[in-house]
């Protein structure tokens, strides 16, 4: 067999119903819509880091769930979530993205709690608390924020709005079969460790986190080899782990810095992504200088590894965002090691368990769009 | 009787009904999605001209109303066209818009596939042995192409009409210009947005009448042969033709006429043939070079056009100037006669996009001649047939 | 003749990134090249920098350009000079020009990519004009996808 007609091609794939994703998940409206109401309004999303909001009184807005959204921090430790729209227009209150708050009279407040210095904010009431939400799934960065003197700031940001689905990019982060895409993954990462030597683990509410890789960045000949005293305390200088929090935010660590992304919907083919580098507060003007470089390595705009990541989310959507493409496989099966697409399923099985529909056929349960299906080859 | 008020207004023309078109076919957003399912995904798109993929393994990528398509030549020296899509995680595979290459590999998990669909490599393929799925499962998906007068066509259809079929005898008229000795070649490609739906535009390449809006044409057409010598042929699914315009080129200040050495097979330099292809294809022969035009909808009020200019193969240099020249004169972003088209199709959006220009009338019947609308009625009568939608009326409910 | 010579250096090493030409580019810089890219973020209220290189490090990651996955199409700057200041006690000359960068792809289409200010310092020395520093300091501060080369 070579190529397939119509109606081959129209065929789901041979392999288990939790092993490929149907097209409609990323151009369906009323997808998305569900998205929105079932998943977005009910979730914990990372709002900001504590170091966004140095002292009483700061704020930073952000958009969830298609609400304008603002947190503050109140006194000391303590920070609120509201959603900034007041007035009878219902305006957004605050004028930029970050500044000194006045007053919050007026506004909706929502759940907000933080760990580690990460505020995260929920708009369901009925939600269960942040540390259930997460569970032990931020376990692997336990030794990184436990216990330490020292706390953590942002030293870098940036946004970026792709012209995809949301879940193009963020499985750019769960997937770790794409690595061959990357050439300073395959320079300095493939040949570091064994396959074996690599863990995914899936967590409740759909939570992923993945340890066990190394770096060799001596591999790639414009990085420089990373030194022990470098690294943040926790970690070695050659780490890298990250967990990919359910649905849409990432804690990323490369040995001597943090990178923590989120994805907010803006539609259904369009996305902003936003990124942030995390460094320790109060190190010395080298050691900060030494931690940006290496983030930029990898990261930001100028880094070599984040914009091929957003190409390949807007070539998936030059497919699936039209109905050319119709189903992508996520059958790799490595027992939770090496390339596992294991991230991949755990994400759609709890995306398919909050919208009541499976990944696989998401339009045939409730017969959305059935009209255009019979549309289609 | 003078102006109208809005009642007046509202009111289909005094016509029979296939002698108007109502505004919402060009602005109503289930006509367009009608028109998606029902025309494009069924009839034959033009894709590109076979000289465009001339050896083994020659590739041209092309999107098709958001399906994006790769045309490659075999080794057999077949053309054959594959969703341009990997079958893994559905990423574009290529992006280069043209090249020469034995494998095509998606940049995302390195797959890779030949020049005949099949799959040929997965890297670390033992990740799959718990599933099974194996290289055999997962070849590109394949689009029917066939090619006539050099003109290279695809279907999403697998069950349509053959080419052949479907085109009857449309395009007989150009078959000696076009494959006559050693046949066409592309010299000219340009593409551009245009802010109105795709029906405007196509219209631009059915209506005779329009000429009076170029002066281009005032000059060199209206006055070269008499009215009468025009014949308008109507062929089945919608197709047409036009033959017995001429062109006094001289008459346009800056141009000379054209040296009959330089016809193309079959013509004479001043002939001037031109048809449709339903639904967005238009092919035009100015004596010594061509004109082939692709309409391509992006959405109901965005239109993609693909402009080509041909020339012989193997033309000497100078031959090759001259039919360049002669066709940047009508033709390209700079000729005199294209942009006054687009322009009159971007006016028809203003007035039928939003909803202030109610029907246009398309009631010119001059027994096929002249500038008799035969044309672009019989556009339409496929149109309504299509879509189940009469284009008077399209909002009556689709036929089963 | 100095002003001139500055003006040229700034244009040549924006036409030298256009065609990229990394070669032609590196040779337009000083042995002590420092090449950053800084942007201001009102979220976090911070200066940063996106890129930080000197001439070995620029050297190496312009030559790992073509093994990567990047952006089709191509960009093109578009540079004013607006100041030359008068030689420094180092001998290097300041100049400050601004940038607008377009992005064709490989339809045809082009649209504004990015916009910001080159402060460039450049050395004088041996009769040769070298770019020793480049600020690039945009103000645009989403690239889309992102790039791999400097802007």
New interface residues.
Partial sequence: ?????????ANP????PS?FVS?WVYRDPAIYDAEQAKIFRRVWRFAAHES?MPEAGAY?TFVHACEPMMVVRETGDRFAGFIDRAGPAGARLLP???GQCRSTRGLRPCRTAAKWGFVFVTLDPEAPDLDSYLGDALDIFRDVFEGREFSYE?????????EANWKAWQ?TIL?L??E????VLRRTQMPATAMTARSLRQHRNGHVSIGGLRALYGN???YRVRSEGEALPGLTPDDARFTPLFPDTTIIARGTVLRVDTVTPLGPHRTLVES?GLGIKGESPADR?MR??HH?DYW?????N???D???A???E????????L????????DGR????CGLRAFYAEWSRRLGRPACAPTNADAISRG?QE?K? | MSARAAEAWSKPPAVPETHYVSGLVYSDESVF?DE???IF?RTWHLACHESEVPEPYDFRTVDY????LLVVRGADRRI?T???????????IV?ELSGNTKRFTC????WSFDA???CTDI??QE???????KK???????VRTEIHVGLVFVN???QATPLGQYLGKALDAFEGPMTAGKGLEVFHYNRAIIQSNWKAWQETNLDVYHEFMHVLLRRTQMTAAPLEDRKVTVHPNGHTSIAGLRAKYEYYKGMQSRDDRLALPTLRADDFIFGTVFPHVAVLARGTTMRIDVVTPLDAHRTLIEWRGLGVRGDSAEDRQARVRHHNQYWGPFGRNVPEDAYAAEAAEMGFGRGAARFQVIARDEGGSGQDDGMLRAFYGEWSRRTGRPAANPSNAPMA | MTEQNVRELVYRSCLALDREDFDGFLALCDPALHYV?T?Y??????E?????QDLA?MK??L??VP?????TGSLHRHVSVYQVEAPASDGTIGALSSFLVTHTALDGGSRLFAVGHYHDRIAATGGRHLLKTRRAHLET????????I??
């Fill in positions: 067999m070579t190529a397939r007609n119509a109606q081959a091609w794939p041979r392999v288990p092993h097209g966004e930073r930029g993205p970050a942002v030293f870098h940001f940036h946004q970026a709005i792709v499985e997937d079969y794409h061959f895409m990357h050439v790639y000949q414009a942030r200088r940006i470089r930029n930001g705009p100028l880094g070599r984040v914009p091929e957003a190409y390949a807007e070539a998936c030059r497919a699936f965002g039209r109905g050319a493409a189903f992508q496989t996520i059958a790799r099966d490595e090496g390339q596992d697409d255009e549309g080859p | 999605a998606k399912r029902r995904d109303v958001g399906t994006p054959r594959f969703f341009n899509v990997c079958p893994h995680r559905g990423a574009k992006h940049f995302y998990h390195l005949v669909g099949a890297p670390r990740g799959y042995q718990t599933v099974g799925l055999d499962d997962v070849g590109l998906r394949e999403l259809d697998d | 890219v942007a973020s009102p979220e976090i209220r911070k940063m920098t996106w890129m930080e490090g190496a990651l030559a790992m093994q990567h996955l990047r952006r501060r989403d690239l889309g996808i992102g790039l791999h400097p802007i």
